[in-house]
């Protein structure tokens, strides 16, 4: 396993989810209104969302459930997953870290007390995880935070699977199932030395939603276009559900050329900017594009992902992982 691409894919969707948060909610207008034509170009405060913060925890998810099944020789990852997404919960609805118990509430990722900021969680994935998913949400809650179930050296169809069945745990529309998968197996590819365009061709494969698919398909086609504009971002949609929210992630990552272009054309839309510069940029720091650094050194979170990349690569190659962080499942 590439400890670079594992880093890269965790820090590049934590930069794109910082640079994109403090436009997420505004009309491309107010954006270049308030930040000039080319729109927002660099992070202010580095701050990063619930979009990041579900994505430690689906890694913490995972090197839980890879100890489970080393110790124990049996392990059902999505479980697993499932509760480190109760852990995220409780940072979303405590103020500080509250009293442990043996079954989930334990562990050093719930206990860093700068993941208790609460910045506009999905109302899905907050309804979900206290036990009401509704069967017709597709919002984007699902994609934003499943690149690393691509990470591993798994076979991209286990990667899709698990990231599939995880998408249900909050929202219950095919489409959202299907896009979570789709991305976790273009991550997956990706890791392995392939170009992002034969990823997503190989990826169409596995997927068995026609949402999804067309989705994937349309960002690819537009990528071939002609130069990336803003226009062409929206003409994919507004990324507040899960297809569209991969499919301009990925049209961004094609057509953006470098690391810093891309993020910049997937955040400056009228849409969910967070997430669509979030997973613009998961993928191209798992396709191995080089990240600027000054970016990389100013993001919230730096060392708990450095932590978790590192840990993840330890445990998933040689077993490794310091059993002292990754207690019971």
């Excluded at 170009?195 to 997503?200: G, Q, S």
């Excluded at 997430?275 to 998961?282: D, E, I, K, L, Y």
Aim: charged share 20%.
């Amino acid at each position: 396993m590439n400890l670079g691409r594992v880093r890269g894919c965790l820090i590049g969707g934590a930069i794109g989810d910082a640079l994109g948060a403090p436009v997420e909610f505004d009309s491309l207008s107010r954006i270049t209104a308030r930040y000039g034509p080319a729109g927002i170009t660099d992070l202010t405060d580095g701050l990063i969302t619930d979009d990041t913060q579900m994505t430690l925890f689906t890694v913490e998810g995972l090197i839980r459930g890879h100890v489970r099944g080393r110790e124990r020789g049996i392990s059902h990852v999505p479980s697993v997953v499932r509760h480190a997404y109760l852990r995220w919960l409780d940072t979303q609805e405590h103020p500080a870290p509250p009293p442990g118990d043996a079954l989930h509430r334990t562990g050093w990722l719930r206990e860093q007390t700068w993941l208790y900021a609460r910045r506009a969680p999905g109302n899905a994935c907050l309804s979900g995880l206290r036990g009401h998913v509704d069967p017709d949400s597709k919002g984007c809650g699902t994609v934003m935070r499943s690149a690393p179930f691509g990470l591993g050296p798994w076979p991209a169809e286990q990667a899709y699977r698990w990231a599939a069945e995880c998408s249900r745990f909050t929202h219950g529309h095919p489409t959202a199932t299907a896009s979570a998968g789709a991305l976790a197996a273009i991550v997956r590819h990706l890791t392995h030395d392939t170009t992002l365009e034969n990823a997503v061709s190989a990826t169409l494969e596995l997927v068995d939603d026609p949402d999804t698919a067309k989705a994937l398909q349309e960002a690819v086609d537009l990528a071939h276009t002609g130069a990336p504009s803003a226009a062409k971002v929206e003409s994919l949609g507004e990324a507040w559900v899960a297809e569209e929210a991969l499919a301009i992630g990925v049209y961004c990552a094609l057509a953006g050329g470098s690391f810093r272009d891309a993020l910049i054309l997937a955040a400056n839309h009228s849409g969910d900017s967070d997430s669509t510069a979030a997973v613009c940029g998961n993928l191209l720091g798992a396709e191995g594009v080089r990240i600027p650094a000054e970016w990389a050194e100013r993001v919230e979170g730096r060392d708990t992902i450095d932590r978790l990349a590192e840990d993840f690569v330890a445990e998933v190659s040689r077993g490794g992982a310091p059993r002292d962080r990754y207690p019971g499942n």
